[in-house]
């Protein structure tokens, strides 16, 4: 006897409406290891931002070490400054590099000619580490 087997047809279905909103990640408690990891990336990078502050005299209102994913740094009207704390990880020109363009914005609030002849003034290399800051960033990863 042969069953004759019919291909189920079904209604086709709307596809599903994507899910836009990206998926946060999981919040999973750091590690000891990574809080102390954080903590001394947080020393490291106070530090560095307050040598530069001196030397460039250019004084942030707040300076936060943040666990941001698309930033290595960033700079506010308001005078804040932002790091990411990966950046206590990098060759040391790179970040001062960082350090030094984030304060640069704290005069010039634009990548004008005028705000990269700060940053040349403290970092003469800064092409270079610009370069190198681009093919080790992830695609998300910016410089603000
Ligand atoms: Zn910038």
């Known amino acids: 006897m042969w069953k004759l087997i019919l291909g189920s047809v079904t209604k086709p279905r ?3 409406r994507r899910v836009v ?3 946060r990640r999981a919040q999973r408690p750091l590690s000891l290891v990574e809080q102390e ?3 001394q990336a947080r020393g490291v990078i106070l530090e560095h931002v307050e040598h530069w502050s001196a030397v460039m005299e250019i004084t942030p209102k707040r300076v936060a070490v943040r666990n941001q994913r698309s930033r290595w740094g960033s700079a506010s009207s308001l005078g804040n400054l932002n790091f990411n704390w990966r950046i206590a ?3 040391p020109g790179i970040r001062d590099y960082v350090i030094i363009h984030e304060l640069a914005h704290l005069r010039q609030m634009n990548h ?3 705000f990269w002849a700060i940053v040349a003034g403290y970092c ?5 580490h ?3 800051l681009r093919e080790h960033s992830r695609s998300e ?3 603000g």
């Open 124 to 128: 003469p290399g800064y092409k270079a």
């Open 141 to 143: 990863q910016r410089l």
């Open 112 to 114: 004008s000619p005028a």
């Open 89 to 91: 990880g990098l060759p």
């Open 14 to 16: 709307r596809a599903k």
């Open 130 to 132: 610009r370069k190198w």
């Open 21 to 23: 909103r990206r998926r």
């Open 37 to 39: 990891q954080r903590y």
